[in-house]
């Protein structure tokens, strides 16, 4: 939690208390009813104004969190991560196409020591694919599956996605407080059954994403947004400074051919996107295997071509591990990262 956070809800505990005296005073007065309606309407004010309070500390410009440097190094290594003894604390709804159409399941990882500590999976496409094994779509398959797994410890395998959208808030057992995901969850371990989600991480018909594209390419503009990490012991704090975040998006997309880091578990290549008339923003590019975009970038390197332009491409917001490994190398306070940005490629959008 940060500060203005902190201090927003000890603001409002404050004069929620304060307005309840109030009340109960007024009532012993007299004209109990009349006192009563007028006070619990400067309480529903209060509420109205701490609430806006809040919510502009939540969109605050500087979201500040933590991670192991080892475990960023790691991920810089790979596209996927694979993940030991995580624990299933509690499990979402399975989401419309229009919000996002994934399911998410809150989780601990043991020995992770990040700040916030929570971490989210979340597999693609559950209100759409069947469930592993079955032959007819039914959404309570997701849903009976994710109660089963409540509780239990598992081996998750997906992307990891670095993220300060989730800092603070309702920290639900589906969605901890949380900077990193495996978004998209690309296969589970439960037990001896393993459950493979890679094929399910498309761009699903009728979603194209939270974020506006004029928001996302404001997000994009390095005039806009600016991260910086701190190195302290085995930790890197790293800072995002920029307007409205968000998660996924469409946009225009050139994929650069010069340096296509292909992997088993992926490719990761570099990207530009226009952000502005004769400004473009550099950006890294990853592309799980099994996915639709895993194919399109393996049809493009075999093409031989130094570029491909992408046009309605569905992406997911991230910060890149690569970069900000460079950056902390560095132990001086507040370095800034370069081409900070990292687009976790889904597939093309048929709007």
Sequence with gaps: MTATDWIAQ????????????????????????????????????VYILAFVFIAT?????????????????AWSNSITISLENVTIL???????????????????????DGTPPGWVLEPMNVCVELFPGKKKYMKS???????????????????????PEHLVGG????????AVELHPLTKLVVGQRSFDFSKQVFAPDGFSG??????????LDPDETEVTVTRS????????DAGRIGNFTTLSVTLLGDNIDERPDGYRLGGRVAVAKGKSATVAIVAAAGSAAFTLVKEFKSSGRATIRVDDALVLFS??????????RNDARDVKVENPIQLILYGVNNK
């Design 10 to 45: 000890l603001i409002l505990g404050g004069l929620r208390r304060r307005m309840t005296t109030v009340v109960m005073t007024m009532h012993r007065l007299g004209n109990g009813r009349a006192f009563t309606r007028l006070a619990t309407s400067g309480i529903r004010l």
């Design 57 to 73: 500390a939540t969109q605050a410009a500087d979201r500040t969190f933590s991670i192991p440097f080892a475990d960023l190094q």
């Design 90 to 112: 509690g499990r979402s709804g399975v989401h419309p196409v229009a919000d996002d159409c994934e399911m998410h399941f809150g989780a601990r990882v043991e020995g992770y």
């Design 141 to 163: 398959d997701w849903l009976t599956f994710g109660d089963s797994i409540v509780n239990k410890k598992v081996t998750a395998i997906g992307v990891p996605r670095i993220w």
């Design 171 to 178: 920290n639900e057992t589906s969605n901890p407080n949380h």
């Design 210 to 219: 939270g974020l506006s594209e004029a928001t996302a390419l404001k997000l």
């Design 233 to 240: 012991g085995d930790n890197v704090e790293i800072d995002l």
């Design 319 to 328: 910060l890149n591990p690569k970069a900000l490994v460079e950056a902390a």
